[in-house]
Each structure stands twice: as structure tokens, then as C-alpha cells.
């Protein structure tokens, strides 16, 4: 939290409020948030969709109008693609987060 909190001072510079400008300057704060749902995700079952065709994905064979829910907490806790995945690490996604 220290290095938030230090960004966060760095670029208000004793402002009280902090500008939309100001937001895009901190790379940081978006790690943190975006880390903090990749851990916590505000809805861990994503909303159902349905295959509009049949399909086949990872070997499985998935009929058109089948009904698909998305796991999201189970994508944000995957080892094969998260270093640490239990860990709370937003360093990792700094330069994601620096290209979107």
C-alpha cells in the first residue's frame, strides 16, 4: 500500500481532488484495482451465454444453443496463466495495465 500511496501523493501533490488527467498517470492504482478483481471478482460466475453453433473448444464438443458460464474466479486463480495465482501481486500486471 505504500507505493499506492505514494503515487497517489506524487501525482495530486497536495490537491484535494484528483482529475480524470490525473487517473491516467496512475499505472499503479489501475494494477491494484484490476489485481484486486483478478483475486475477488464482483461476479464470479460470469453471465451465461448460449453457443449460437456448434462448436468445439479445448476437445470438447459443444452443441448449438448450449448454455455456458463463464468461471471467472477459477480464471483469475489458474496456475498455468498466473504466477502465484493466490497472491495478491499487481506489480505482475504493471506493463499490462501501462497498454490498455
Keep these: 500500500m505504500k507505493k499506492l500511496q505514494q503515487e497517489v501523493a ?5 490537491r484535494s481532488m484528483i482529475s480524470e488527467e490525473d487517473l491516467e498517470k496512475m ?6 484495482l484490476k489485481e484486486s478483481l483478478r483475486l475477488h471478482p464482483s461476479a464470479p460466475l460470469l453471465v ?3 453457443s449460437m453453433q456448434d462448436v468445439k473448444l479445448m476437445g470438447y464438443d459443444i452443441a448449438a444453443g448450449t448454455q455456458v458460464i463463464i468461471n471467472a474466479w477459477a480464471i483469475g486463480r489458474d496456475p498455468a496463466s498466473w504466477e ?3 497472491e495478491f501481486r499487481p506489480e505482475s500486471l504493471m506493463c ?4 490498455v
Design 10 to 14: 506524487e501525482i495530486a501533490q497536495g
Design 27 to 32: 499505472a499503479y492504482l489501475k494494477a491494484v
Design 48 to 50: 451465461p451465454h448460449k
Design 84 to 86: 502465484e495465482p493466490n
Design 96 to 99: 499490462r495495465c501501462q497498454m
